[in-house]
């Protein structure tokens, strides 16, 4: 990605869900203006998702997610099919392609049923389409059943011609999520003219020569609310401090930073960290912090999960991998079982655990943060996150402004 691309997370997640040979790659490579997916007669050509970004007028920043058959089959196929359902996960506007193979002999929609029943369960806007709008005997035969099973009346299009690739913009337009874009990283904490003075240690987690995400996103909306932006690393709060004529409106510090700068900070101004920012933006941060409590009642036949969205070599220090489980362990005995996934590594089945610690998240939408909440809580597994999780070790999540 380069310096002037939106980043992934910041896209609208759009994906391409159907049958085998239903033309969901020659559809995408016909939006996109490009070959993007390889496409062949032969079925099973996608074999994991392939995502494109790319600017869509009106949508703005997207990425396009092309995914493997549903009904594809055997033990790879089923892989494949399981890569399919993550990609569900991350997406906030669903294609689903109805039909497959047009010389099929008979027009079977039970999976489009089923998946179309899974996105309006997730509240996930959906809008059936059906491809070969060339073949327009085929294309009307399933565009009828579609309308009859589905209540629904589908895009009809053709990747070969062109057809219906208006109206399916049209489409997307509207089923845009309602206040999609609007989440702010800081809220209603700050607005123009306020000062905003963020700590940020610049140890081995900050890569040489650049600064993370959350720092760049939190730094660049800050400017464009007109805010005075101060940035110090942590041995330079109190000089920082000194050189302010009134204290700062927000404090923002990395969560490992928190006990430290809590104890300094003035008592007018705000203190909270990238992480907590980011939680409230993308996660569910009444949850989180509901969730932190579970802390206090762990123990050492405990299990905790910590996921991790990047997926990195681990460093000396890592937040997540060592100085978390370092705290929880202090706080609750060396035997407490500490479990660490990262990625889309996510279990299915979260009953096992006492507690899972989510990281900030930068690098997934919301879509997919929240579809991990919502596998938490219907498991009665509390959740919570990197900084909401220190703060409350520290003893001042109460204090910590969101």
Known sequence: MGLQETPSANRIH???????????????NAFCGQSVSIVSAQAGTTTDPVSKPMEIHGLGPCVLIDTAGFDDTGDLGQSRVERTERAAEK???????????????????DLETAWHAYFREHKIPVIPVVSKGDLPAYAQAVAGAVTDCLGETPVIVSAKTGEGLQELRERLLRALPEGYGNRSITGDLVQAGDVALLVMPQDIQAPAGRLILPQVQTIRELLDKKCMVMSVTTDGLDDALAALQAPPKLIITDSQAFRTVSGKKPPESLLTSFSVLFAAQKG????????AEAIGRLTERSRVLIAECCTHAPLEEDIGRVKLPRMLRQ???GGLTVEIVSGTDFPADLSGYDLIIQCGACMFNRRYVMSRVERARSQGVP????????????????????
């Open 331 to 333: 706080r609750c005995g």
């Open 383 to 402: 959740m919570t996150n990197y900084g909401v999780a220190i703060a409350w070790l520290a003893g001042i999540l109460d204090s910590v402004s969101v």
């Open 284 to 291: 569910d941060i009444a949850y989180y912090k509901d969730s």
């Open 14 to 28: 759009i994906g391409f869900f159907g049958r085998r040979n239903s033309g969901k790659s020659s559809l995408l």
């Open 91 to 109: 997406t906030e506007i669903a294609l689903l392609l109805c039909g497959g193979d047009a010389a099929a002999a008979d027009i079977s929609l």
